[in-house]
């Protein structure tokens, strides 16, 4: 069987024609509609995506950012596709296209994704962060998804880094700790053009060892592994699996691990015994398509 899975991203629209055990046998990526669009923009856009794979596939799978009721499909937030709030996903995709549809959190879906068969697998208790245009993160404890009281655990984009600045967006996570900012920064203490400055050319100048970049870089480091730690400090976690685009850059990685290296050796606790523990940093397994993949599981599960 063939499914159509469908990622909402806050840049691009990503999808991927699948099958029941997740290979991927198709994939494409149309730019997202941008806030000053509607919802008739963004369907405009799924048409081309959905109609001419409509006769292939049993049903689709949404991952989208925001508020998600996983039982109706109404979508209470959607992130950066503010056209969609107030939606019911699933009722519009039946009415649209005649197939059933399921839609999750994206951060839900990638810590699917990686408890299935990735990086979470065998996880009692672990976590998928996702640096995309926003952050997102997905909770397994004692072996499931939390979703909380509203849907909304794991919604660390809300993080706020100063109880002095909560008027100021640069002060919650999803600005100050999406992929985007680097290339932002690194176009704006340059002078250079923020379009010639993507996640690619921002990590080749890291790895080139731009002295601008790195500072950028390790300033950013910084920040995700003091959060990571706040998060610890409350979870207990066994594994963090980073996703995303640039989770894919082994610098990324390995500079974390770093970072929480030098938070736990420099705590005022670490000679007096340290109640909390370090996690197990690693790579979501299936990177940049962990929400894909676990859109498509949150879809199986939810058609038995």
């Not at 596939?57 to 039982?71: C, R």
């Not at 207990?236 to 970072?259: F, H, M």
């Amino acid at each position: 069987m063939k499914y159509l899975v469908i990622d909402n991203g806050g840049t691009f629209i990503k999808y991927a024609v699948m099958n029941e055990f997740g290979d991927i046998l198709e994939k494409g990526k149309e730019a997202t509609p941008d806030y000053s669009k509607t919802a008739e923009d963004y369907f405009d856009l799924l048409d081309k995506i959905v109609l001419p794979r409509k006769q292939e596939v049993e049903g689709i799978a949404f991952s989208t950012p925001g508020q998600v009721d996983v039982n109706t499909g109404f979508l209470h937030t959607a992130g950066g596709l503010v056209y969609l709030m107030g939606l019911n996903l699933c009722e519009e995709v039946k009415k649209r296209y005649g197939l059933p549809s399921a839609v999750d959190n994206d951060g839900k879906c990638a810590a699917m994704a990686e408890q299935w068969d990735g990086s979470l697998k065998g996880v009692k208790n672990g976590a998928a962060i996702v640096l995309g245009t926003g952050v997102g993160m997905g909770l397994i404890l004692d072996g499931k998804l939390y979703r909380g009281s509203n849907f909304t655990a794991g919604e660390i984009s809300f993080i706020m880094l100063d109880i002095e600045k909560p008027e100021q967006s640069p002060n919650y996570m999803a600005v100050s700790c999406s992929s985007l900012v680097l290339g932002r920064n690194y176009a704006r203490e340059t002078g250079r053009d923020p379009k010639e400055i993507d996640g690619i050319k921002m990590f080749e100048l890291i790895n080139q060892k731009d002295e601008t970049a790195c500072r950028i870089f390790y300033q950013y480091v910084k920040k995700l592994a003091g959060c990571i730690y706040n998060f610890q400090t409350l979870l207990d976690l066994e594994v963090i699996a980073i996703g995303g685009g640039i989770s894919q850059q082994p610098i990324l990685l390995e500079a974390i691990q770093k970072e929480m290296d030098v938070i736990f050796e420099v705590h005022p606790n670490a000679n007096a015994g340290m109640a909390v523990k370090k996690p197990e940093i690693t790579a979501c397994r299936y990177y940049n398509d962990s929400n894909l993949r676990g859109a498509l599981y949150h879809y199986l599960n939810n058609q038995k």
